[in-house]
């Protein structure tokens, strides 16, 4: 009788065993696939500056307050910019289905759409996208679509309510 109870513990320490050795590699799986995705994104962001430029602050500021007076530069800088940001859009949705952790990427678009977007030209950039998107077999992008699309849809109304605006309520009166 004695030796079924050692029996049994021993089992079940080695059941308790088993389910903390598959627990670990569960761990070490997401850390690897994260530390993947930290590593691709800062390779696309390198590549990212070089096509923007050192500084792109002056291709938003065309974009908000002279946007008829875009540059091919200013383009290239833009569209670098809008790129990057839809990558990590479909990044984090991507790798929400891939991992199975939760992340507000849905906060993240809307958040974007109504503040880097906001400009005529991130408008037109990001239809075209989402347009150019709209077929796409990929879950992850066909979920970042739907959703641009509804923060497009849904852009809420307020007094200072595009890019141009609150530049300007920021700016001096003489600027």
Do not use: C
Not at 139 to 152: D, H, M, P
């Amino acid at each position: 009788m004695k030796r079924d109870w050692l029996q049994i513990t021993s089992n079940v320490a080695i059941i308790i065993g088993l389910g903390i050795v598959i627990y670990e590699l569960q761990q070490t799986r997401e850390l690897s696939f994260t530390e993947g995705l930290a590593s691709s994104g800062s390779i696309l962001t390198t590549r990212t500056v070089s096509m923007m430029g050192e500084d792109p602050r002056q291709a938003l500021l065309n974009a908000a307050l002279y946007p008829d007076r875009i540059t091919e530069l200013d383009a290239v800088a833009l569209d670098a910019l809008y790129h990057d940001i839809v990558r990590s859009w479909f990044l984090t949705a991507w790798s929400e289905e891939v991992d199975g952790i939760e992340r507000n990427w849905e906060g993240a678009i809307y958040s974007d759409v109504w503040y880097l977007f906001k400009t005529e030209p991130g408008k037109r950039w990001l239809k075209l996208w989402l347009d150019g998107n709209q077929d796409n077999p990929n879950s992850a992008i066909q979920k970042v679509v739907s959703v641009g699309r509804q923060a497009l849809e849904n852009e809420p109304q307020n007094p200072i309510n595009t890019v141009r605006e609150r530049y300007r309520a920021i700016l001096p009166d003489d600027a």
